[in-house]
């Protein structure tokens, strides 16, 4: 069993920048790819980015293209989301994900694990 324990979120401006923080616990954190989601109230939960397992590969929904990044901290199994740029339409509650795979992946299936979640508000 893997516990996901995410932080960083909070109230933002727009045009303002936020760093999400996503803490895996056991000892495969390295042989799997992260992901990360988002989802609001009414709403269907959406793919926001993912990275495989040593980082060569990062995938991020149009939405968010060139505004944020996914990185990882191996030594540390941390996965990051830094936010840029970010808009009001970014307003959400962050989930990170542990996949069953090592390939970076925009499949909800595709992973095992779920954190509960952090909320991040951006004003206008």
């Known amino acids: 069993q893997v516990q996901l324990v995410e932080s960083g979120g909070g109230l933002v401006k727009a045009g303002g920048s936020l760093r999400l923080s996503c803490v895996a616990s056991g000892q495969s954190f390295s042989r799997t790819a992260m992901g990360w989601f988002r989802q609001t109230p009414g709403k269907e939960r959406e793919f926001v980015a993912t990275i495989s397992r040593l980082s060569g590969t990062t995938i991020y929904a149009d939405s968010v293209k060139g505004r944020f990044t996914i990185s990882r901290d191996n030594a540390k199994n941390t996965v990051y989301l830094q936010m840029t740029n970010v808009k009001p339409e970014d307003t959400a509650v962050y989930h990170c994900?542990?996949?069953?795979?090592?390939?970076?992946?925009?499949?909800?299936?595709?992973?095992?694990?779920w954190g509960q979640g952090t909320q991040v508000t951006v004003s206008s």
């Open positions: 994900a542990y996949a069953a795979g090592s390939s970076a992946t925009m499949t909800m299936t595709d992973y095992k694990y």
